[in-house]
């Protein structure tokens, strides 16, 4: 299973996330893989997340490659930059995709300090 | 980094273009001049010539921050000019830079023209101009077209191009664009110069498409200026230079106001010309509280956004926390590819409470209670930030340490340069440091949210809660920071508790917050009013005598406008109009040596040595809350405050002010004026 399907696998496990109890809408993601275009539909209601592989139209639609889509489930990549240099294109309520950027992890920093999450 | 003295900006929000005084770009790779947006110079060279001469301003017109008319004409300036030829050139800047260029010919004789417009383009972000960067990773390229040029950049996905056209027959070529024109005697030529800024995605579209198609086009922005002037109250005084100052700075923040690309097209503040021409947390907070009585709706998308990209995770490039507010966001190539951790980056200590004290001020002026609870849960995280993350070595206080050790700020306050926070000998503490003021913001922060959660939120034990840690806040912060000795507050705590012993203007903020007890106010007041913290413009950021005091020091000994309005906010809240009134008269009269346009700071030499505050090399101009200044300033003076559905008024004004009346001042009462008189028994 690749970090992505395992990323959507997730959040339809979550099914809601309270950070979101203020945010409606739907963002597709469409993702490429040479000729292929792998599409997921993630609908959020106040909070309540349903995903779906489908090209339903969105309010929002995130476009990257399957490999900057693997590094973003991975939590490698840091969304805003990427959109600024052009790896990753959203059209519609940019905002919304910033929210949504939120579900991603990402990858824990060097362990050279004891941060506040260790204490 | 070179001054740029003698600079004439033409300003919409993060997209400027600064220039000589005769409207020309000559960019050496340090100075921050040229035509930019994003972030990024989009033009580094914008040089007009005529039959090989260079141009010589006569008059310049920058009353509208969106439009700068240069009247030039050829050759180097001497004492006599034979101006037979002469020229206007009237800039504009929206989307795009358009310039109208008009020559006349007013001698006798028909003349053949060579004109010349030299364009060149670096792309350079604006972290490589401050910091002298000449290598870029990428390339760049040119191409002449029939009627264009467009210079580009690429690395990798990352593209930036600017396209420049006119309006009339010009020749092109890779370094400008020529016409050749003959005027007979009394016959005027014009063309109309675009320059089209482009950030293009891989697909050919604009990044910034969305937000510019919710924009309104450059021919409705007089009208926005106009409605946003006729918005705010309307001044009356005899006061000549306060009215300078006061539509000066009105325009002003008109001019930083800029559209985030998130946000759908609303307006923050940006935080100043030339370096902080984008979002800044603590900037446009600190903005918006100086702002509430004359433009409050910069505050709903402010805290908006903020809360939009509050953070989530743990990062530790970005220093991100779940709840903490951001400190700066960029959008050039140094942020897109991760060079500078503005994406966004959090290395603040002080927005997340001031995040939390807007909202409750916000509240209090507006009556906006929706919201209020709108941002309950954004509110809650930056308070659950304070006590989960700040709290570095679990002793109660706001700690900074940075966690990006290569591009991160060691300082996280409002006075983020290396240097300035030390001891009175010039030792620097160790880290994780705690400064005062932010644990002042800290205590204002949940007194307010108590406040919230009581009358909005409808959580009682919240409220309860929030007040109990206030008071232990109260108690602890003024026995480890008070120094009994000196009658002031600690600048810092040094990283094992140590009191850095330094007196700084950040004891005027602690004023402003209410966390010392009345009694100690006196003391605390003598010292920012004493010689060596005021200046006779100001408060010094530093005390002169210390060793690392320094009048032209960036935080070391130089005025900063923003610093004092807090501070006179600070001395009204405990009764000293006086003294807030002398710092208000010392502001505004040196606003009248920049022509009403406080810039981000001035140096810290005494006024009765220079007569006139003495300009800061590389200080922003302008600046959003030096604009800003000028607004708490006058609220101060006039000692507006919210009560309730009322707006209490209760004037103290300097010696130099006759009659001040704020009419028309938007709030939950409607509108209402404020009205304040010089009382004869006063000095």
């Keep these: ?119 | 980094m070179r001054d740029i003295a003698g600079t004439v900006a033409c300003i919409d929000g993060n997209t400027f273009m600064v220039s000589d005084a005769s409207g020309d770009v000559e960019t050496s790779p340090a100075t921050p001049v040229g035509l930019f947006a994003a972030d990024s110079r989009f033009l580094s060279r914008w040089r007009l010539t005529v039959n090989g001469e260079c141009m010589t301003a006569l008059s310049v017109d920058n009353s509208q921050y969106f439009e700068v008319t240069f009247f030039v004409v050829p050759g180097a300036a001497v004492d006599y000019v034979q101006a037979d030829v002469s020229a206007i050139r009237r800039r504009r800047i929206g989307p795009d830079l358009t310039e109208s260029l008009t020559i006349f010919n007013y001698g006798e004789r028909v003349m053949d023209l060579d004109i010349r417009l030299e364009v060149a383009a670096d792309f350079a972000d604006i972290f490589e101009i401050k910091f002298n960067v000449v290598d870029k990773v990428g390339s760049h390229y040119t191409r002449v077209g029939p009627n264009e040029l467009r210079l580009g950049y690429r690395r990798a996905t990352y593209h930036r191009e600017v396209v420049v056209s006119a309006s009339e027959p010009a020749e092109f070529g890779p370094d400008g664009l020529r016409f050749a024109i003959r005027l007979n005697p009394g016959e005027q030529w014009s063309t109309r110069l675009q320059a089209a800024m482009l950030a293009l995605r891989p697909d050919g579209v604009d990044l910034r498409s969305a937000l510019r198609a919710q924009r309104p086009d450059d021919s409705t922005l007089p009208a926005s200026l106009r409605a946003w002037t006729a918005a705010a109250p309307t001044l009356d005084t005899e006061s000549v230079a306060l009215q300078q100052i006061y539509q000066r700075s009105l325009v002003d923040l008109a001019a930083l106001r800029f559209a985030p690309l998130s946000l759908g097209g609303a307006a923050v503040p940006a935080a100043g010309l030339p370096w902080f021409m984008t979002l800044f947390g603590r900037d446009s907070l600190l903005t918006c509280l100086q702002t509430l009585p004359v433009t409050p709706s910069l505050t709903p998308p402010t805290l908006r956004i903020l809360a939009s990209l509050q953070g989530a995770r743990t990062d530790d490039v970005l220093e991100e926390d779940p709840g903490r507010i951001l400190h700066e966001l960029r959008y050039g190539e140094s942020a897109a590819f991760e060079e500078q951790p503005h994406s966004p980056y959090y290395g603040t200590v002080d927005a997340s409470p001031l995040f939390v004290v807007l909202l409750d001020e916000y509240e209090r002026w507006s009556g906006d209670a929706a919201l209020v609870l709108e941002l309950e849960p954004e509110a809650r995280a930056a308070l659950a930030w304070i006590d989960r993350y700040a709290d570095l070595n679990s002793t109660g206080y706001i700690w900074y340490r940075r966690r990006n050790r290569a591009t991160g700020l060691d300082n996280q306050c409002w006075k983020d340069s290396w240097d300035s926070i030390s001891y009175a000998d010039g030792r620097l503490p160790s880290f994780p440091r705690a400064t005062c003021e932010t644990q002042g913001y800290a205590y204002d922060a949940k007194i307010r949210a108590a406040r919230l959660a009581r009358t909005v939120w409808n959580d009682q034990a919240f409220a309860d809660r929030l007040e109990r840690e206030a008071a232990a806040l109260y108690d602890r912060f003024n026995r480890d920071f008070w120094l009994e000795e000196q009658g002031f507050y600690a600048l810092a705590l040094d990283h094992d508790g140590t009191p850095v012993d330094s007196l700084s203007s950040n004891i005027g903020h602690l004023l402003w917050s209410g966390i010392v007890p009345p009694e100690r106010a006196p003391r605390v007041v003598e010292h920012l009013m004493g010689p060596a913290l005021f200046s006779g413009w100001g408060v010094r950021t530093f005390a002169e005598g210390q060793r690392r005091y320094n009048p032209l020091g960036y935080h070391n000994g130089t005025v900063w406008p923003f610093d004092n309005s807090f501070i006179a906010w600070g001395l009204r809240r405990y009764g000293f109009s006086r003294e807030a009134g002398r710092i208000a008269e010392g502001i505004l009269s040196a606003a009248t040596y920049f022509q009403g346009r406080l810039p981000e700071a001035f140096g810290g030499f005494d006024r009765n040595t220079t007569r006139f505050p003495v300009r800061y090399p590389t200080a922003g101009s302008p600046q959003a809350w030096s604009s800003g200044a000028s607004m708490l300033l006058l609220r101060t003076m006039l000692g507006i405050d919210p009560h309730e559905d009322h707006l209490a008024v209760d004037p103290a004004l300097p010696s130099i002010f006759e009659r001040i009346a704020l009419l028309d001042i938007p709030g939950r009462w409607g509108k209402v004026d404020a009205f304040a008189r010089r009382r004869p028994d006063q000095p």
């Design chain 1, 1 to 119: 299973m690749t970090a992505t399907s395992a990323f959507f696998d997730r959040l339809t496990v979550a099914g809601e996330d309270p950070r979101f109890s203020n945010v409606c809408g739907s963002v597709r993601f469409d993702i490429r893989d040479g000729d292929q275009v792998e599409q997921w539909l993630l609908e959020i209601d106040h909070g309540r997340m349903r995903v779906s592989r489908s090209d339903g139209p969105a309010t929002t639609v995130i476009r990257a490659s399957a490999q900057v889509a693997e590094a973003m489930a991975r939590g490698e990549v840091n969304g805003l930059a990427a959109i600024t240099r052009g790896e990753i294109l959203v059209d519609g309520d940019l905002n919304l995709a910033l929210r949504i950027g939120r579900l991603f992890p990402r990858a824990p920093g060097p362990p050279e300090h004891d941060g506040p999450g260790e204490r």
